[in-house]
């Protein structure tokens, strides 16, 4: 079936730090790559999302990248800020079959001044 | 801003008793999904709905779990009896229609069962 596996956390930077989070999938056909953020006691945003292979997403200064060739979508941010701290979820969307999101257990980021 | 609104936001309940939580999608979006996250893990679907039809719901616990969507608009999510494992964010979201590849997530309702 689709699955959706993350680095685990949590994760402690410092602010201005190189932010990476790992993100592979597996799934049949080409599906729909996201990544949510979930702040403190809030419901999941969006944060970004590519529909197809070497789209790029982008928003708030983050980036992913689907790979095709390596079924990944890795989350990256050249210079965090205290207000990035959060969970982020990567997720996959499989059009054309169970037409569900399936998240990854998701990792938590803190960002200290 | 259109957003998905959800009630309440926190619940505390006894085990063996009944709770309810309710879900006004964003207008216009068909497609209506219940997750539950539990502390640590990622949001798992429980049903998802195409209007006021159920599409999936393979892993909604029938014995005590039930959902309605009657007029494909708002919908409530509601379990009977409420057992300790039950405790867990429930999380609506919605999206223009099945495979939109964009949902729109409420604030979730926290539930502790004591």
């Known amino acids: 079936g689709n699955s959706v596996t993350q680095m685990e956390g949590p994760v402690t930077l410092s602010e201005e730090a190189f932010l990476t989070i790992n993100c592979t999938y597996t799934?049949?056909?080409?599906?729909?790559l996201f990544w949510y953020v979930q702040y403190p006691g809030e419901g999941l945003q969006l944060l970004l999302k590519?529909?197809?292979?070497?789209d790029k997403g982008s928003n708030k200064g983050f980036e992913a990248t689907y790979r095709k060739e390596t079924t990944s979508f890795h989350l990256e941010k050249g210079s965090v800020q205290v207000s990035d701290s959060a969970v982020y979820f990567c997720?996959?969307?499989?059009?054309?079959?169970?037409?569900?999101?399936?998240f990854g257990k998701g990792m938590k980021l803190t960002v200290n001044p | 801003e259109a957003e998905v609104a959800q009630s309440p936001r926190y619940k505390i309940t006894e085990k063996s008793q009944a709770v309810a939580f309710w879900c006004d999608p964003i207008?216009?979006?068909?497609?209506l999904y219940w997750y539950r996250q539990i502390l640590g893990q990622g949001p798992e679907l429980l049903v998802q709905?195409?209007?006021?039809?159920?599409?999936?719901d393979s892993q909604l616990p029938k014995d005590r779990f039930s959902a309605e969507r009657l007029k494909g608009v708002d919908s409530t999510l509601k379990i009977q009896p409420a057992e300790l494992g039950d405790s867990a964010m429930y999380l609506c979201?919605?999206?223009?229609?099945?495979?939109?590849?964009?949902?729109?997530f409420g604030q979730g309702t926290r539930l502790t069962v004591v």
């Open positions: 590519a529909t197809k292979a070497d």
């Open positions: 207008s216009g979006h068909a497609t």
């Open positions: 997720a996959l969307l499989h059009q054309g079959g169970s037409e569900k999101l399936v």
């Open positions: 799934a049949t056909g080409y599906p729909s």
């Open positions: 979201a919605s999206s223009l229609t099945t495979g939109t590849p964009e949902a729109f």
């Open positions: 709905f195409q209007d006021e039809s159920v599409v999936d």
